[in-house]
């Protein structure tokens, strides 16, 4: 929906959320950025046994980005100070490593009962709060949560990925 100023109005409030991008000092509105995109959010860490996933997470956004797909990352130390880094050092780790191109925020407590608003929207909608690290949230082109899945659902896992292409196939509204 356009507003008279010709901007978009958000009408996710689930995506209504405003973030500093890593190592930044620019805010990213989620909604604005993402409007009519299949998102698929997961809390990162540099340091924990599910960090290869970001090889797979970044090949989700290279395959399926010309389609709408946008994978976002938010690292979190929440989990066994899995990511005590900077957020330089997050970014630097993230692009050398893994190649990492796919968005990135500041680090953002995803934990209950201390979550970012976001994390706590996440949770209501999904029922479920990250139990762990790189837990996913997929969120269709209308700004509602579709599914969530746990930290061991790899990026390929057959589910996952039949997630994304169907809510791909759907038209944003």
Request: proline fraction near 6%.
């Amino acid at each position: 929906m356009m507003t008279s100023a010709g901007a978009w109005a958000c009408d996710s409030k689930l995506l209504d959320q405003d973030f500093r991008k890593l190592a930044s000092k620019d805010s990213v509105n989620l909604c604005e950025a993402y409007q009519g995109k299949v998102l698929l959010v997961v809390n990162t860490a540099s340091k924990c046994g599910n960090t290869p996933q970001y090889d797979g997470l970044e090949k989700l956004y290279e395959q399926y980005g010309d389609e709408g797909l946008v994978v976002l990352g938010f690292p979190s130390n929440d989990f066994l100070g899995q990511e005590p880094g900077s957020e330089e050092k997050i970014e630097e780790f993230c692009r050398l490593t893994y190649g990492v191109e796919f968005p990135m925020f500041e680090k953002t407590t995803v934990k209950k009962p201390n979550a970012h608003p976001f994390y706590h929207s996440l949770a209501d909608a999904s029922g479920t709060y990250p139990t762990w690290n790189f837990h996913k949230y997929l969120i269709g082109r209308d700004g509602e949560l579709i599914s969530e899945f746990s930290p061991r659902t790899q990026p390929y896992d057959d589910k996952l990925v039949a997630a994304i292409n169907s809510a791909l196939e759907q038209q944003a509204p």
